[in-house]
């Protein structure tokens, strides 16, 4: 143990082991950021350094005569074109909101909506490119939104905490859980995730009553699962076979082999479908070998490779939205 290659070779250990507590330490630390950030309080002055801060705002907006971006509207009271500051102003687009809708929209509403769903009401004169700030990269969890939120309101409204953290109206509620669940599935952006679904899902899956794929279980109130099941459903659709979609494999007399699922048993034949859609009836006495192949789903397992990590977290937002009809 004492020749010099084993000393170089203990040092080497050392330095490597010390790399690794250090890469081990800044993974948990880089790990806990989440945790860190949602240390605000919800309340205007919280808010107001994030919109300072983490959430960008001031790339867009300006309040008054703080800050120079000119992109988004100014939400301070501003010279001609903006008389009156946004707390005020989210007053008068609520009407215009409430017109359009149909239902009662407040001031907290149209300014939760603002965040959670910007392109819901384009500011006139503006273009409808306000960040979808609870996505990557600027990734506001839901309470930085809810200070947001209350900093906007400070500004000339009236500041209700209730409505705005601990009793929302039903709108802001709503909208509180799309920004939840968005948040939760690392920021994917569940507007962009129904396009990704539209893309990839629906041939062979359906939500609710529309008369989508039906090759695979209906989706409606798929987010109760929680989002590890359905990631998982996703990654390795094999793993987590749902209960009535195994995959069977068929092979016939003349050595034929068909594989997918059993859709119709009974008067002497049975059905098998496959991936596409496809349904083979075979004689029952023309089966030589019929057997469930549990390593294997009808959902392709390279789906996760055709999405972009980015479409695959906005799909999954999207799902995570999809709650049981009798909660709501
Ligand atoms: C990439 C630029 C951009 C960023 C970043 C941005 N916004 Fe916007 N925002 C806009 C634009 C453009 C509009 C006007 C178009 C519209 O209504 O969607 C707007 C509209 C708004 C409105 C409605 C304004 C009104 O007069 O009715 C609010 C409220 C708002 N943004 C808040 C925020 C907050 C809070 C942040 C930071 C968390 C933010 N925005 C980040 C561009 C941006
Ligand atoms: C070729 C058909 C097909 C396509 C395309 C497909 N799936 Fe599936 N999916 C299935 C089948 C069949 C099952 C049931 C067997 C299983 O659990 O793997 C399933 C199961 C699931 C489940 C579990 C459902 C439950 O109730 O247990 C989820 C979630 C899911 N798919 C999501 C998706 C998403 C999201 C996409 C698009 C990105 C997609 N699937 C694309 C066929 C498909």
């Not at 903006?82 to 929209?105: C, D, L, W």
């Not at 390279?302 to 799902?319: A, C, G, H, N, W």
Request: net charge negative; with cysteine.
């Amino acid at each position: 143990m004492n020749s010099p290659i084993s000393r170089v070779f203990v040092f080497l250990l050392i330095v490597l082991g010390v790399y690794l507590w250090i890469g081990y330490s800044i993974t948990a630390l880089t790990g806990s950021g989440d945790k860190a950030t949602t240390v605000v309080e919800i309340t205007p002055e919280g808010g107001e350094a994030i919109y300072w801060g983490k959430g960008r705002c001031f790339t867009c907006h300006s309040v008054g005569g703080q800050g120079s971006a000119v992109r988004g509207p100014n939400h301070g009271q501003f010279g001609e074109k903006f008389q009156q500051a946004m707390g005020a102003r989210a007053t008068e687009r609520a009407a215009a909101r409430t017109e359009k809708e149909g239902v009662e929209f407040t001031a907290v509403d149209y300014i939760v909506e603002s965040l959670a769903s910007p392109g819901a009401f384009v500011v006139e004169g503006y273009k409808n490119e306000m960040a979808v700030v609870y996505a990557p990269p600027i990734s506001l969890n839901l309470k930085e939104i809810k200070a947001i939120v209350s900093y906007m309101m400070s500004l000339g409204g009236d500041l209700d905490m209730e409505a705005i953290d601990s009793a929302p109206s039903e709108i802001t509620a709503k909208l509180y859980s799309k920004i939840s669940a968005a948040a939760e599935a690392g920021g994917g952006d569940p507007e962009l995730g129904a396009e990704v679904y539209e893309d990839n899902c629906v041939e062979c899956h359906a939500l609710g009553e529309e008369e989508d794929g039906e090759i695979g279980p209906n989706l409606s109130g798929i987010a109760a699962t929680g989002l590890k099941f359905i990631s998982e459903s996703i990654l390795a659709p094999a793993k987590s076979l749902t209960k009535g979609y195994e995959t069977y494999v068929v092979i016939n007399n003349e050595g034929r082999q068909f594989i997918g699922l059993k859709t119709r048993d009974g008067d002497g034949e049975v059905d098998i479908t496959n991936a596409l859609g496809d349904v083979e009836t075979i004689a029952k006495a023309d089966i030589k070998e019929i057997r469930i192949d549990d390593t294997l789903s009808i959902m392709p397992d390279d789906i996760s490779e055709v999405l972009t990590v980015k479409e695959y977290q906005d799909v999954l937002s999207f799902l995570m939205l999809q709650k049981p009809a009798q909660e709501e």
